[in-house]
């Protein structure tokens, strides 16, 4: 019988990322996710011309860049697979990679558990329900988010495409998280307007035990309430500027088998939640580079897609 984790090794590689036999893997990994990073490298090299394997140290924060030549090594590969403490998808290094073809799947904060509990999903029928609610809000002008918690946001997409992460990383320069199951679109920068009260998770503190709330204007983090991550949040806005205080993102999760346990990779991914990220957006289209990406998670949101409900509690309309 397999190992669990090779044989969601396998289905990574072979079902969402259609790994050739004369193709090329690179395997990125640093301590935390080293025991992933060998079942990729293990399972790789026996489905493709040549596999490699290289090693960092963590970054500090989501979004910071990997160590040259490593960033450099990422176009050299068909197919790079990244299972790593601190997300490098919002990276200069991954989206230069992907500009040049590569096929990518960055797998941020991943843990055994998480990995053999996501990645034996439906694929199929995942798919199809990202990509339809895809097309929805893509559809859509403006978006207004609410929860029982205390949230209520709007912003205008400025005609912006949402993207389906949908586990299909098959074409050339292909990029996505795995385990998938979201869409996701960056908000046009300076619309965004209200209050976002985060009670689910947050990079900075994983569970929330008292939910984080956050002052927007114009498109930006104005004012942090008292809370155990404040001073932290705080500092990484000192350390990255104001770009950092952009509201980048808004996610809906589509993941069945995904549950809210502080990882945000898993997190993000919970069907019947949303996410608000900060920070960096221009992986999804947005016009803000910076080397930070938060993403904060909504428990069972209600959105309005042009005054119209699209999710009422969590659940679709």
């Not at 394997?53 to 050299?76: C, D």
């Not at 790079?80 to 904060?109: D, F, N, W, Y």
């Not at 770009?243 to 991914?269: H, W, Y």
Request: with cysteine; proline share 5%; net charge neutral.
């Amino acid at each position: 019988m397999m190992d669990p984790l090779e044989e969601c090794a396998q289905i990574a590689l072979s079902e969402c990322l259609n790994l050739g036999r004369q193709e090329q893997l690179l395997v990125v990994c640093d301590p935390p996710c080293a025991e992933i990073g060998d079942a990729f490298w293990r399972v790789g090299s026996a489905m493709c011309r040549e596999a490699v394997m290289v090693r960092i140290s963590p970054r500090k924060q989501n979004g910071n860049e990997p160590p040259l030549p490593v960033g450099e090594w990422f176009g050299q590969f068909d197919v790079a697979v990244m299972p790593t403490s601190r997300s490098l998808s919002h990276t200069q290094a991954r989206r230069k990679a992907c500009e040049g073809g590569t096929r990518i799947a960055t797998l941020p904060g991943i843990t055994p558990d998480v990995f053999v509990r996501t990645l034996r999903a439906d694929w199929k029928n995942l798919g199809s329900l990202t990509r339809k609610l895809s097309g929805q809000l893509s559809a859509a002008s403006s978006v207004r988010i609410t929860t029982r918690a205390g949230t209520d946001l709007s912003f205008g997409t400025g005609g912006r495409q949402a993207k389906a992460d949908d586990g299909r990383l098959i074409y050339k320069g292909a990029f996505g998280n795995l385990p998938a199951g979201e869409t996701y679109m960056a908000p046009l920068e300076g619309t965004t307007e209200g209050t976002l009260v985060v009670d689910g998770s947050f990079p900075l503190t994983g569970l929330l035990q008292t939910p984080l709330i956050i002052k927007i204007r114009k498109g930006k983090a104005v004012d942090i309430a008292d809370h155990p991550c404040k001073a932290e949040l705080e500092q990484l806005f000192k350390k990255y500027g104001p770009f950092a205080r952009n509201i980048a993102e808004f996610g809906v999760g589509t993941l069945d088998s995904a549950r809210i346990t502080g990882n945000t990779l898993e997190d993000e991914k919970v069907k019947g939640t949303c996410h608000i990220a900060l920070g960096d957006n221009a992986s999804m289209g947005g016009k803000v580079r910076v080397q930070v990406h938060l993403d904060g998670i909504l428990r069972e949101p209600t959105v309005w897609l042009d005054d119209k409900v699209w999710m009422r509690d969590g659940s679709m309309e």
